[in-house]
């Protein structure tokens, strides 16, 4: 998948895992607050599992400032294997199952 639209119907398969889908994904000039954020955070209620999604397609690259949020969600992660960080770059259906994975795992 590679863009938007498809990432986000795939992202909404998801929900009937019990997952909460947060798009931060816009044309729109994001708050300043925001504006490195990444693009989509998911949580699962169910298994406590949080999921951070960076949507990098064609010749997209990560700014300084996206740079600075992957490094400091990774560090994060190292110490808590609930949280996940993914770079989408067209590889969203594979995201998404691993995610269906991590949260359905007993």
Known sequence: MTNKA???KAL????????RIFNFS????????VKAFVDH????TLSGHTFYIEDKFGRDKLSDAQKS?????LSCA?????????????????????????????
């Open 41 to 44: 955070h998911i949580i699962s």
């Open 12 to 19: 909404k398969q998801l929900e009937k895992f019990g997952c």
């Open 78 to 106: 190292n110490h808590n294997e609930k949280l996940s960080y993914y770079i989408n770059d067209g590889n969203t259906q594979a995201i998404v199952d691993d995610i269906i994975v991590k949260i359905t795992k007993k």
């Open 69 to 73: 949020v992957k490094l400091d969600l």
């Open 6 to 8: 498809e990432t986000n």
């Open 26 to 33: 816009s044309q729109r000039k994001m708050p300043l607050g």
